[in-house]
């Protein structure tokens, strides 16, 4: 499986699978939209959580990215 989104690319973290798995369950990927504030890039077997603008111009760490 490989999801690959655009974006910035300076607030880059990668995880494992099965962190992934965990992470997509907690936030709930099917309703993506609501979360456009990351994105997500799955590339061989690893998730990249990217930090993007959300509606708020506001930014995010990748702590608090990671935060479930």
Known sequence: LI???YG???NRKV????????LMVAQ????????FNRFY???????QIHTIVDW????????EIMTV
Do not use: C, R, V
């Not at 709930?28 to 979360?35: A, D, E, K, R, W």
């Not at 708020?56 to 702590?63: E, I």
């Open 8 to 10: 910035p690319h300076k």
């Open 28 to 35: 709930n990927l099917t309703t993506f939209t609501i979360f």
């Open 56 to 63: 708020k111009h506001q930014t995010y760490s990748d702590s």
């Open 41 to 47: 890039e799955f590339i061989y077997g690893t998730l």
């Open 15 to 22: 995880i494992s699978a099965t962190d992934a798995i965990d």
């Open 3 to 5: 999801l690959k989104l």
